[in-house]
């Protein structure tokens, strides 16, 4: 003998058959077992399919970054606004990133530093989509201008600071654009490294400094 819980409408597939029934043993009989079954499946393949997707996505992403020139290691938030304290970027320029990541330095620029305009070069799909993701969401696409590119593709004649937080190697392949293209009086920021200045790059060290655990460097094109 069986007790019938609300039959469940005709349109739905199997609904002849399709409704719960609990015998008076207490047994559950779910005539619907094999529909939830499949569509738990269905949203677990799916999920699982975004998910691995999602992680190669990322994974691919830091191999991009660390072949190209430096991994996606941000700069901790707690940390850029006294960094930018140091780089003196307040004077209204044109602030460029270098190595954008997902932009917090840019955002800081513009946000706390009134600089005129924020340029961000990043190579890598995860970081660069990101960063796109918070500028739009803090409506602050008007000032800064990302670019999905290499940094060596980048144009700094426009540039009055230009900020790096990359190895060593990475900087010193971009001292001929910094020879080429720097305004003079235009001034760079580097994070954690000195330039390598073998190459006479008619650089002035204006000064050095540390901020949490980021040795810095601030120079000035002569
Ligand atoms: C250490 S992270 C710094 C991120 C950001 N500037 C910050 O301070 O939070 C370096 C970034 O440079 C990017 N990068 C490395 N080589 C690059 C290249 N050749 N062109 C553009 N971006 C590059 C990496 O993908 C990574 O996001």
Known sequence: MGLFFRPLPEWLPGSSSSSLQITTSGECRLFDVEIIRILFLFFFVVFEIAFLSFAVFVLASGFISQAKGAPYVPLPKKSIKNILKFAEIENGG???????????????????????????YEISPWPYWKSRFLI????????IDIFKEDFQNSDLREADSVFLYLYPEAVKKLIPKFKEELAFGSRIISASFPIDESGKLDLKLIKTGKIDRFNLFLYEKI
């Open 94 to 120: 044109d602030f460029y990133d270098l190595g954008s990541g997902d932009g917090r330095v840019l955002i800081e620029a513009v946000k706390n530093f009134r600089v005129k305009r924020a340029v961000g």
């Open 136 to 143: 739009r969401y803090q409506n602050l696409k008007e000032k």
